[in-house]
């Protein structure tokens, strides 16, 4: 069974502190996802990695793919309040419809 | 409309009443999911459809109906559901073919069985 853990579960910061948060398997993925969810919302796309030992950054939100492709991790620098949300990794292989979503990590920033 | 849109965004119902959820999506894609969201729990997946065939079918109780007429639009039939399905149920698209595919949500139905 294929497993992705988030880690950690929970994290409260204040604003202005960076973080990192993982996403780990004992699988190999085609590419993974990550995904910014607010409550009663959906999850929102933030950054697909396609290549092991890629890095993508958006603004802030620096992403990094394992060169084995089997783990990930977000760092986001000096967080904001409008950071507060759920974030959600997901691995996939591609040609078929296995997504594994992650446990997710649930981030507050305090202003 | 762009991406995936998802009717009604809040619903409210009986156990004994039957209901639809319904979901478009405006992308193109080939592929087409439903999933369930309870709290503290990781996101379950229900049913994917490809080419308006089913193709997964995750142990899901019957009285969860899906049905996908054509390749944009995706409904989940309920009746006669229990207070533990209420739950946040998220439809997502994608393009299963392509090397990078990734799904695409909709903003999900809320909904509470009473």
Same mark, same amino acid.
């Given at each position: 069974?294929?497993?992705?853990?988030?880690?950690?579960?929970?994290?409260?910061?204040?604003?202005?502190?960076?973080?990192?948060?993982?996403?780990?398997?004992?699988?190999?993925?085609?590419?993974?996802?990550?995904?910014?969810?607010?409550?009663?919302?959906?999850? &929102?796309?933030?950054?697909?990695?396609?290549?092991?030992?890629? &890095?993508?950054?958006?603004?802030?939100?620096?992403?990094?793919?394992?060169?084995?492709?089997?783990?990930?991790?977000?760092?986001?620098?000096?967080?904001? =309040?409008?950071?507060?949300?759920?974030?959600?990794?997901?691995?996939?292989?591609?040609?078929?419809?296995?997504?594994?979503?992650?446990?997710?990590?649930?981030?507050?920033?305090?202003? | 409309?762009?991406?995936?849109?998802?009717?009604?965004?809040?619903?409210?119902?009986?156990?004994?009443?039957?209901?639809?959820?319904?979901?478009?999506?405006?992308?193109?894609?080939?592929?087409?999911?439903? !999933?369930?969201?309870?709290?503290?729990?990781?996101?379950?997946?229900?049913?994917? !459809?490809?080419?308006?065939?089913?193709?997964?079918?995750?142990? &899901?109780?019957?009285?969860?109906?899906?049905?996908? =007429?054509?390749?944009?639009?995706?409904?989940?039939?309920?009746?006669?559901?229990? =207070?533990?399905?209420?739950?946040? !149920?998220?439809?997502?698209?994608?393009?299963?073919?392509?090397?990078?595919?990734?799904? !695409?949500?909709?903003?999900?139905?809320?909904?509470? &069985?009473?």
């Amino acid at each position: 069974t294929q497993l992705l853990e988030q880690s950690p579960q929970f994290l409260s910061i204040q604003e202005g502190e960076n973080l990192t948060v993982y996403c780990n398997s004992s699988s190999v993925f085609s590419s993974l996802q990550w995904y910014r969810q607010e409550p009663g919302e959906g999850p &929102v796309l933030l950054v697909t990695v396609v290549t092991g030992g890629e &890095v993508k950054k958006l603004k802030r939100l620096t992403f990094q793919f394992g060169d084995a492709r089997k783990d990930s991790s977000l760092h986001i620098t000096a967080a904001q =309040p409008g950071d507060t949300g759920l974030y959600l990794c997901a691995g996939t292989t591609s040609g078929t419809y296995k997504y594994i979503f992650g446990t997710g990590t649930r981030l507050k920033v305090l202003a | 409309e762009t991406g995936v849109t998802q009717t009604p965004r809040h619903l409210v119902m009986g156990m004994t009443n039957k209901k639809s959820l319904k979901c478009e999506q405006h992308l193109g894609h080939n592929a087409m999911y439903w !999933y369930k969201q309870s709290a503290k729990k990781p996101l379950e997946l229900m049913f994917v !459809y490809s080419l308006e065939e089913r193709v997964e079918n995750n142990s &899901v109780p019957s009285r969860f109906s899906p049905e996908c =007429p054509n390749s944009s639009h995706l409904f989940l039939h309920l009746h006669t559901l229990q =207070p533990e399905d209420s739950a946040l !149920y998220l439809c997502a698209s994608s393009q299963v073919d392509l090397a990078a595919d990734t799904q !695409y949500f909709g903003p999900g139905t809320r909904l509470t &069985v009473l």
